[in-house]
DNA sequence: TAGATTGTTAATCGATTAACAATC
DNA sequence: TAGATTGTTAATCGATTAACAATC
């Protein structure tokens, strides 16, 4: 029989522990030591009691009266994000998106570093994006086995996104940071997490869209 | 007494709609002039039940043993979250990612139209980046009042972020769609919604974490 | 009519919030 | 000790899922 370690952390926990390591960085670089759960829950306009049962999900442990470690609390959450070590990664499609992300340089303090590019356009191949080369997609595979990388980033145009994403798979390629569009149909066990910016956007405009009707009922 | 018209929809369900508009459009553009909630769901890996859920909590109705009219019901959801009719917005930061926002045409579809580019950077203002002008930053508050803009998406660097948009504020700005990693502090009634790419990263990042440690154990 | 599918009402599940004893 | 803050257990809230009558 096997133990299951833990009940599985909750995803609207995972998604905001990098914000909590944003306040946290923020502390430490200004000197400061210890933080309480309400002092970070301020900052991000949550509640005290929820930063605690997200950090006590990850399992850190404060100190009753005092607070929690910086440091060590800081350690901690980039442990459990997978972030303490960096992961490697290729971006394919090198467009307008692809090239903002090449060149971002914030992924870093994420674990995340993109070391090269992929495309079919011949025109892009061998040229520089802030410092890193593009390669032809067909060198793909070659590069992926040699390198050990398991994570693509896919910033290609929307058509292409399914068959990139199957090439890619056969490549050896393990997870994919999904910038386009589509829903990606992927073999069993290859993971992939889509950035969904329409979700976000649909947000901000239903919410302007409240927001205006509300005004001009006011006036 | 005012009459509370609707309870207003779940976040969770404005963030689906637009993945039901890509299905829906999709069908259409293949003629499909019918769909049940179970394809959609099919083709999104959702319970058809959520589906209808959320359909019906956009106020739409579909036609029992026969499903929604596809026009019909693309037409609702564009008109639920405002994506009938555009919204011009402004671009403030016109680095790497900026670039890439200002030429992705994707916006579109969900009513975003990024009109103009600026920034403080004097090399780039009077530059085109994707056929659009960048202006000075300062020229903000001459254009927001003369175009009525609401919209503002903000990427600059994290530094300047909450500096400019306290700014754009100041200038009529309503609403921004903030890409940087900035809790912006802003006025009551002013909208801000932030995409969160590291919270993306993080669910990828604690997934793959866990797949490869399943991957070491099972070896 | 028979089959398909909606939309409502109720049940379940999971996340957030509250209360408070434990502890530094 | 007094004040602050954690972490657990229980209560509440909201979203998802199930069941099923209504209807095309």
Known sequence: MTKKISKSVPQPTIRR????LQV??????????????????????????QVRKDLSAT???GQAGVGFDVAELIKHIEEFLGWDNTHDAFLIGC?????????????????????AGFDVDKSKIGKMFAGKLVFDLEKLGNLVSRMHIN??????????AQDAAC???????????????????????IIVERVGLESSLAVLSS???EQLKAEKVKR
């Open 95 to 115: 467009g307008n998106l692809g090239a903002a992300l090449i060149g971002y340089e914030g992924f870093k303090d994420s674990g995340l570093n993109i070391i």
């Open 167 to 189: 090439y890619a798979v056969s490549c050896g390629i393990k997870a994919f940071w999904n910038f386009t569009p589509v829903q990606l149909e992927v073999p069993e066990g």
């Open 151 to 160: 994570i693509a980033v896919l910033a290609v145009p929307p058509r292409q």
């Open 17 to 20: 522990l990098p914000s909590y």
């Open 24 to 49: 946290l960085n923020e502390l430490k670089n200004k000197g400061g030591s210890y933080v309480s759960s309400s002092f970070i829950a301020g900052q991000l306009q949550l509640e005290a009691i």
């Open 207 to 209: 919410r302007l869209k």
């Open 59 to 61: 399992g850190v442990t």
